[in-house]
């Protein structure tokens, strides 16, 4: 028997790109919809977040830092410092820093001048450097030839006249008048603490010149004027024991004068108790002082 014909079911595809048997189309999803921002951080939470931020950031400048140092530490032997710049040295002469200038009070009355001086007379010692000149002596007296830096403060004395008095172990020993110019005030100043100079000087003589120990006859100690100019005058007797040395006793002075410099002009006197004869000559030579 026949049976009826059965429609196949297909359909052509539309387009140009395909053949075959089409069984559907996938659907098509549509895009996602885009959801609207939700609220922001909470504002306390920001700020702990920012204060952490910039700790961290703090926190390493530090760290950085401290490395820094440490190496600095270690390039220099332990002392980062050692190129720090130090303190001015004091170039001051050695008897300015003693003795600063004296500081002048408003009111205080002004010294009074002094008397005339005579002009000298007879053969004179100049001394350029010091700023005076003084008596001049012959025989046994002879012209001091040398430069005698002497005591701590190393006064440099290079006019005057001596004689040797005796030889012994230690060497020679003289009669002495000798002048010197000593740096006195600080840089261009010419106003001298006289009083300060002059008792500094005396004291370097008695502790330097002469043998040790020694006791004191003080005769005159003071300011005064010699020449007219001011001065400090220390007259004294100076009593020692030295072996091999016939000398016992020294007649001395050490006048310290300003002369209107810088520098202070020092004249120093000795006559042994050997010679005890030309003690006089220590006070004609002071009263004999002139300013150049």
């Not at 002048?104 to 350029?128: C, K, L, N, W, Y």
């Amino acid at each position: 028997m026949m049976s009826d014909p059965i429609t196949p079911t297909w359909s052509r595809p539309t387009g140009p790109w395909a053949s075959g048997t089409v069984t559907g189309v996938p659907p098509i999803e549509p895009p996602p919809t885009e959801q609207p921002p939700g609220p922001g951080p909470d504002p306390e939470q920001r700020r702990r977040r920012q204060m952490l931020l910039f700790g961290g950031i703090a926190g390493g400048i530090v760290a950085i830092g401290l490395t820094i140092i440490l190496i600095v530490a270690l390039a220099s032997d332990g002392d980062a410092f050692s190129s720090k710049a130090q303190a001015p040295t004091d170039v001051r002469p050695p008897l300015a820093q003693m003795c600063p200038a004296p500081t002048t009070i408003p009111g205080d009355p002004a010294p009074a001048p002094s008397a005339p001086v005579p002009p000298a007379s007879g053969e004179r010692t100049v001394d350029e450097e010091a700023g005076i000149s003084y008596k001049k002596y012959g025989a046994p007296w002879e012209p001091w030839t040398t430069i005698w830096r002497a005591g701590t403060l190393e006064v440099p004395y290079k006019v005057g006249q001596h004689f040797v008095t005796e030889q012994y172990s230690g060497g020679t020993y003289h009669a002495s008048i000798l002048s010197a110019a000593v740096p006195a005030a600080e840089n261009d100043a010419v106003t001298l603490n006289l009083e300060c100079v002059g008792r500094q000087v005396a004291a370097d003589v008695r502790a330097e010149y002469y043998p040790q120990p020694n006791t004191i006859e003080q005769l005159r100690d003071g300011l005064t004027t010699l020449g007219g100019r001011p001065a400090y005058l220390s007259e004294f007797r100076l009593h020692f024991q030295s072996p091999g040395l016939q000398a016992t006793a020294e007649r001395s002075a050490v006048a310290v004068i300003d002369v209107g410099k810088p520098t202070a002009a020092v004249l120093y006197l000795s006559i042994p108790n050997t010679h005890a004869q030309f003690e006089p000559v220590i006070a004609e030579v002071l009263a004999s002082v002139r300013p150049l």
